[in-house]
């Protein structure tokens, strides 16, 4: 079936550092990939998505490109600051069964001030 | 930005109890979604309501569960009875349509069964 890897679970950085977490995916055709931010108590909200080949997603200064070849959306960021810290989960819509969202397992990044 | 709430936030119950998790979705979404999180687990998605049917739902959504919209109010996830393991966070999300188009989540209701 659909699935989404992330490969890092925690994530340690001081601030301004560059971040990357890693997504890969596993989905027939073009799924739309996502990346969501969950803060502690609430519940995950959209950072941005991609639905086609080397589309690029951003905010908040976050990015990530679709990459096909790859099967992956890694997640980038310049320099983080504290108020960055979080739990990021790469998520994808399959295009043949759009019903639901896939998650993979979260990072959970913590930015040192 | 849009707001999806979810009564209660935390629920204690003991096992082969009845529980009903609510959820108040973004006004004019017509899709809803509940979801399970175990402790230091991923998200894992139960079910997709649709025009008042279940459209889609994973092998966790178990028969002891049911969900409904009566008349455009909450949307409900029931689980009668309870077992240890739906001790979970339970997050309910709402769509204005599917696919590509973005979930709100609200921020979830802690459930422990005892």
């Known amino acids: 079936g659909d699935s989404v890897t992330q490969t890092e679970g925690q994530v340690a950085l001081s601030e301004e550092d560059f971040l990357t977490i890693h997504c890969n995916y596993s989905a027939s055709g073009y799924p739309t990939l996502f990346w969501y931010v969950q803060y502690p108590g609430e519940g995950p909200q959209l950072l941005f998505r991609a639905s086609r080949d080397k589309e690029k997603g951003s905010s908040r200064g976050f990015e990530a490109t679709y990459d096909k070849g790859t099967t992956s959306f890694h997640l980038r960021k310049a320099s983080v600051q504290e108020s960055d810290s979080a739990v990021y989960y790469c998520?994808?819509?399959?295009?043949?069964?759009?019903?639901?969202?896939?998650f993979g397992k979260g990072t959970h990044l913590h930015v040192l001030p | 930005g849009p707001k999806v709430l979810q009564i209660p936030s935390h629920q204690i119950i003991d096992m082969g109890q009845m529980v009903t998790l609510n959820c108040d979705p973004v006004s004019n979404h017509l899709y809803f979604y509940w979801y399970k999180q175990i402790l230091g687990q991923q998200m894992e998605f139960l079910v997709n309501f649709y025009n008042g049917k279940v459209m889609e739902k994973s092998k966790l959504f178990k028969d002891q569960f049911s969900v409904e919209r009566p008349d455009g109010s909450y949307f409900t996830l029931k689980i009668q009875p309870t077992a240890l393991e739906d001790s979970a966070v339970y997050f309910c999300?709402?769509?204005?349509?599917?696919?590509?188009?973005?979930?709100?989540f609200g921020p979830g209701t802690r459930l422990t069964v005892l």
């Open positions: 999300a709402s769509s204005r349509d599917w696919g590509v188009y973005e979930q709100y």
């Open positions: 998520a994808l819509s399959a295009d043949t069964n759009a019903y639901k969202v896939i």
